[in-house]
């Protein structure tokens, strides 16, 4: 299993430019989780979705919009990008909701 | 080692001690915690769990202790290595209308001295 496995690892962007994070994982994990991590700071839930589907708002979801058409796959996607979205991006996923997140690498999102 | 803001609160050890990393959680309602092991330009890993019920669990080189009374939770590790450097942090899972929702603290940095 290649396990979460996310792309681009890194990505620049001019303000006002849109982009899609790509997410996927081969567990068939029902659960899938978009978090953004700040400099020095912990992690913060953008959306997330139990299954294929269904998505839901996290605690900072403003600027951001995500699609669940397969288990497989959780794609991010920002519409207008802001310097505030500058920002480490990790997906995670989870068989049943609790119990071990598997994350992926990450992505390195700078906005100029 | 709770989050305080802007900067993650940072532990130093001596390598061969043992290190203690603290996390107050918000949540009575939660029936889960985990601690998760960040290394640079990682994402987090999974170190280890423990359920409501419990008050202490044990891994290799890794204990977890739970007060429900003050939630409070504790992460220790014994005989810290160099390969410990990282940033800890504790997680809480409880139930809402959505379902399953596991929240993050704000993390805990370890350094650990040759």
């Known amino acids: 299993n290649a396990g979460v496995t996310q792309t681009p690892k890194f990505r620049i962007l001019k303000i006002g430019q849109s982009m899609t994070l790509q997410c996927t994982q081969d567990?068939?994990?029902?659960?899938m989780y978009w978090y953004r991590q700040d400099p020095g700071m912990g992690l913060k839930l953008i959306y997330y979705s139990v299954g294929a589907g269904i998505t839901d708002k996290g605690e900072v979801p403003n600027g951001y919009n995500v699609s669940r058409s397969t288990t497989e796959d959780f794609p991010l996607r920002l519409e207008l990008a802001a310097p505030s979205q500058t920002s480490v991006y990790f997906c995670?996923?989870?068989?049943?909701?609790?119990?071990?997140?598997?994350f992926g690498e990450g992505s390195r999102l700078t906005v100029l | 080692g709770e989050s305080v803001g802007l900067h993650l609160p940072t532990l130093s050890v001596q390598e061969g001690d043992n290190s203690i990393i603290n996390c107050a959680y918000s949540?009575?309602?939660?029936?889960?915690f985990i601690w998760y092991k960040q290394e640079s330009g990682k994402g987090p890993q999974f170190i280890i769990d423990i359920r409501s019920n419990m008050d202490k669990r044990q891994g290799q080189r890794v204990t977890v202790l739970l007060n429900k009374t003050v939630k409070h939770l504790s992460l220790q590790i014994a005989a810290t290595q160099p390969g410990d450097s990282a940033v800890y942090f504790c997680a809480e899972n409880y139930y809402n209308n959505a379902g399953n929702m596991l929240t993050f603290g704000g993390g805990t940095r370890l350094m650990v001295k040759p």
């Open positions: 949540n009575s309602a939660s029936d889960y």
């Open positions: 567990m068939n994990h029902n659960y």
């Open positions: 995670a996923s989870t068989r049943t909701g609790t119990g071990e997140l598997f």
